[in-house]
């Protein structure tokens, strides 16, 4: 597979996987948010996921769970291009030791 066909999978894969957990990571944020009220009031109960899932369903729409999807998405690209080449070069790089190895014992 060239680095190409690599990156383009990894890019793909990357944004799917993004997309399906981002109501999640906005859970996450919106419970991170919460944090300064819990310490604030004595008696807060700290809501389930699910819970929290609904709720920002009822109040928002599915936009509400999606929220920050474009900077998300956009952000992956490079990401997975920087992964790639890391690989590559570390690859590269290894062979090339591993080669001058064998080269000496020889």
Excluded: W
């Amino acid at each position: 597979m060239s680095v190409e066909q690599q990156l383009l999978l990894c890019d793909l894969f990357f944004k799917i996987a993004a997309i399906l957990t981002l109501p999640f990571d906005v859970v996450k944020t919106h419970r991170q948010a919460e944090l300064g009220e819990k310490k604030l009031c004595t008696n807060f109960k700290e809501p389930h996921t699910l819970k929290l899932l609904l709720d920002l369903y009822h109040r928002g729409g599915v936009k509400s769970l999606f929220a920050g999807i474009m900077p998300r998405v956009l952000k992956i690209a490079p990401a997975c291009a920087i992964m790639i080449s890391s690989y590559e070069v570390g690859k590269i790089y290894f062979i090339g030791k591993k080669i001058k190895a064998a080269e000496t014992e020889d």
